[in-house]
């Protein structure tokens, strides 16, 4: 079992339209857990961060998170065409030290 | 304010064929990464260091050497360059543990042929 998965994609959605991802973990104790946006040919950018059970907003993301489920999930509202790109998940395990990532969805956003 | 900074951006080795990739960092972070990317995939671990004169193992560390002798660079070297070894390789650091999230470097394309 991979220690992060996420559904390769592609995941297309309309523009507009809310394009939902889905991480899941395997180290029960993981600390953190993080949201990259990765453009073709890009380095991975940070847009979520989320350290507790619950949903977090920013923007026209949110970010979700179920500990005794071993998930997070990353909500886009109102789809762009720029937001069409790779969506990383990453998490920080027990020592803290360093992250993991999965394996990226692709996102496309069809005007 | 320049972030982390990789260099070259782009280079191809020739089979045996040895290399250094350069990563420095201007924002005083102690940790440290360096992660490769092949082709549809995500990021695996090559080595990384929680401060000077500290390095440790990750995932994929064979074929690889580190090493950190100030705070702000971390050169990564290739010895005897394998295909195998083409990928993108990103540099990353953070300020504290990871629980507050890297800033990459703009990646360092690698193709040995």
């Known amino acids: 079992q991979k220690e992060v998965e996420q559904n390769s994609g592609p995941l297309s959605v309309p523009e507009g339209a809310i394009a939902s991802l889905n991480c899941t973990y395997s180290?029960?104790?993981?600390?953190?857990f993080f949201w990259y946006r990765q453009y073709s040919g890009k380095s991975p950018e940070l847009i979520m961060s989320?350290?507790?059970?619950g949903d977090k907003e920013d923007g026209r993301f949110t970010a979700q998170l179920n500990k005794a489920s071993q998930y997070v999930s990353l909500l886009i509202r109102d789809s762009q065409p720029s937001d069409s790109a790779t969506y990383l998940c990453?998490?920080?395990?027990?020592?803290?030290?360093?992250?993991?990532f999965g394996g990226g969805t692709r996102v496309l956003v069809k005007p | 304010n320049a972030g982390v900074t990789q260099t070259p951006k782009f280079r191809i080795l020739k089979i045996g064929q040895s290399m250094t990739l350069q990563c420095a960092q201007d924002m005083n972070h102690n940790y440290m990464y360096w992660y490769r990317q092949d082709p549809g995939m995500g990021l695996k671990l090559i080595y990384y260091?929680?401060?000077?004169?500290?390095?440790d193992k990750g995932e994929v560390p064979n074929g690889y050497n580190v090493s950190r002798s100030t705070t702000e660079d971390f050169p990564l070297r290739l010895e005897l360059a394998a295909p195998s070894q083409t990928s993108v390789y990103f540099c990353?650091?953070?300020?504290?543990?990871?629980?507050?999230?890297?800033?990459f470097g703009s990646g360092t394309r690698l193709t040995v042929v």
């Open positions: 990353a650091s953070s300020p504290g543990t990871a629980n507050y999230g890297y800033t």
């Open positions: 989320i350290y507790s059970n």
């Open positions: 260091s929680v401060g000077a004169g500290i390095t």
């Open positions: 990453a998490v920080n395990g027990a020592a803290g030290n360093k992250l993991t």
């Open positions: 180290d029960r104790v993981s600390q953190s």
